[in-house]
């Protein structure tokens, strides 16, 4: 996905990632892969260790002062804790470019709170990604405020594109979508090394269980993508009636393992209630 990052007017923009813990590493690893070009990235940090860090393995411009670095910038990535939002809006929102757009990834912070603290002019958007950007396969979901400009919700939707795919979803939709989407490669990884770990009771060495383990769910994932039956049509072309693979499933089944993942995913997030 090597398309540019545009600003309103047509010029090419400067992204400022304002942080950066894993995730926003992750967006900025994958941006750059996709073409993101690093002289217009700037990224900070308290630590300047940290930064310098960054600068020296992905060529990024890198400071600790949020304001400068929002200056420079027509999107913000502002990649803060929840805790962190309010403090760092009010050091940045009088040194805002006017048709910037500031993208906040903290959980739970709403737009309205964003929109408030942000001078006329200035887009606010949330988005919810994944660590799989850093890979090039992420998963980001994206909500423009309605102080968002069409160009605006593009521009920011054309830079979290660059590492993976992007939806667009309603504001209240992110708790609800989540743990499928940021959350779901911490509950792929713990079923990768439970059979990583099943090779190594069979005698099959870790690093070789790891290759097979990696090819089979790459191989899965694109053939899941390329076919539009159902989960279950599919699984059941694995599984022929008395083989091994359906008694396998049985006692995945016997240990209530497809239970076990519907109740850690499929909760109802605090103050929403099951239909």
Not at 100 to 107: E, F, I, K, N, Y
Not at 223 to 244: F, I, M, N, Y
């Amino acid at each position: 996905m090597n398309r540019s990052v545009d600003s309103v007017g047509g010029a090419r923009e400067k992204v400022a990632f304002l942080g950066a813990g894993a995730v926003s590493e992750a967006l900025v690893g994958g941006a750059l892969a996709g073409g993101l070009d690093p002289g217009a990235v700037w990224v900070t940090a308290r630590s300047r260790d940290h930064v310098d860090a960054l600068s020296a393995s992905h060529g990024v411009r890198v400071t600790t002062d949020n304001a400068a670095a929002a200056s420079e910038a027509g999107i913000v990535v502002l990649a803060v804790p929840a805790a962190g939002v309010a403090q760092v809006l009010d050091e940045i929102a009088g040194r805002l470019r006017d048709g910037a757009v500031v993208v906040s990834l903290a959980d739970g912070v709403p737009l309205t709170e964003l929109e408030e603290r942000l001078p006329e002019g200035v887009g606010a958007a949330r988005a919810m990604p994944s660590l799989t950007a850093r890979a090039g396969e992420g998963l980001t979901l994206l909500t423009p405020g309605a102080s968002c400009s069409a160009a605006q919700a593009d521009a920011a939707a054309g830079l979290f594109a660059r590492s993976g795919k992007v939806v667009r979803v309603p504001e209240d939709q992110h708790a609800v979508l989540g743990p499928l989407s940021s959350g779901g490669p911490a509950y792929v990884l713990y079923l990768a090394e439970a059979m990583i770990e099943a090779g190594a009771v069979r005698g099959v060495p870790r690093d070789l269980a790891r290759e097979l383990v990696t090819q089979v769910l790459t191989g899965t994932a694109a053939w899941l993508r390329a076919d539009s039956r159902e989960v279950a049509t599919l699984r059941e072309k694995v599984c022929a009636p008395g083989g091994a693979g359906i008694r396998r499933i049985a006692a995945l089944d016997r240990h209530a393992v497809r239970a076990a993942v519907v109740s850690a995913l499929g909760d109802a997030p605090p103050g929403l209630s099951p239909e």
